[in-house]
C-alpha cells in the first residue's frame, strides 16, 4: 500500500456537463474568460465550467477558494434557486461572486476588480487591463 493522497473523482456525468457548457458558453462569459485565463488577472489561475458537487460553476479560482457566476436573462425569477446554490458552495468554505451579463458587457474592468477583491488580491498594484479585443 501507498500513502497517496486520495483523489476525488468527478463523476462522468459532470465531466460530460462541464464540457458542454464549455462549448455552448454566453458571449458574456467567453468575454469575462478572455479576461481571466492565462493568469492575466494578478496571476489568479481560473477554471472554467468546473465541477463543484452537484453544481457546474462559470469559473473557478482554487487558490483564492473563490467562485464567480455569471448571470443572465436564464436568471430571471430563479432567485431561490441561485440563493440555495450560493448556500451549497459556501458551505463547502467557498466565496461566490455574482456578476450580471451586463456588467461584464458594459463595465469589465470593474467586473475584474470585483473579483480581485472577492479574492483578497490588492489591486491598487496595479490595473487591471480589460482584454483588447473579446472572441467572436
Given at each position: 500500500?501507498?500513502?497517496?493522497?486520495?483523489?476525488?473523482?468527478?463523476?462522468?456525468?459532470?465531466?460530460?456537463?462541464?464540457?458542454?457548457?464549455?462549448?455552448?458558453?454566453?458571449?458574456?462569459?467567453?468575454?469575462?474568460?478572455?479576461?481571466?485565463?492565462?493568469?492575466?488577472?494578478?496571476?489568479?489561475?481560473?477554471?472554467?465550467?468546473?465541477?463543484?458537487?452537484?453544481?457546474?460553476?462559470?469559473?473557478?479560482?482554487?487558490?483564492?477558494?473563490?467562485?464567480?457566476?455569471?448571470?443572465?436573462?436564464?436568471?430571471?425569477?430563479?432567485?431561490?434557486?441561485d440563493a440555495k446554490r450560493?448556500?451549497?458552495?459556501?458551505?463547502?468554505?467557498?466565496?461566490?461572486?455574482?456578476?450580471?451579463?451586463?456588467?461584464?458587457?458594459?463595465?469589465?474592468?470593474?467586473?475584474?476588480?470585483?473579483?480581485?477583491?472577492?479574492?483578497?488580491?490588492?489591486?491598487?498594484a496595479g490595473k487591471v487591463?480589460?482584454?483588447?479585443?473579446?472572441?467572436?
Amino acid at each position: 500500500m501507498t500513502d497517496r493522497p486520495t483523489r476525488h473523482r468527478i463523476p462522468p456525468r459532470m465531466t460530460q456537463r462541464s464540457r458542454s457548457l464549455r462549448r455552448r458558453s454566453t458571449y458574456p462569459e467567453r468575454v469575462l474568460w478572455y479576461l481571466l485565463r492565462n493568469k492575466q488577472i494578478k496571476g489568479l489561475r481560473f477554471r472554467r465550467q468546473h465541477a463543484v458537487g452537484r453544481y457546474v460553476v462559470d469559473f473557478y479560482c482554487p487558490a483564492a477558494k473563490l467562485v464567480v457566476e455569471v448571470d443572465g436573462e436564464s436568471h430571471a425569477g430563479r432567485a431561490e434557486q441561485d440563493a440555495k446554490r450560493s448556500a451549497y458552495l459556501e458551505a463547502r468554505g467557498l466565496k461566490v461572486l455574482r456578476v450580471t451579463n451586463d456588467d461584464v458587457m458594459e463595465n469589465l474592468e470593474a467586473v475584474g476588480m470585483a473579483i480581485l477583491d472577492a479574492a483578497g488580491v490588492d489591486a491598487t498594484a496595479g490595473k487591471v487591463r480589460p482584454s483588447p479585443s473579446p472572441p467572436p
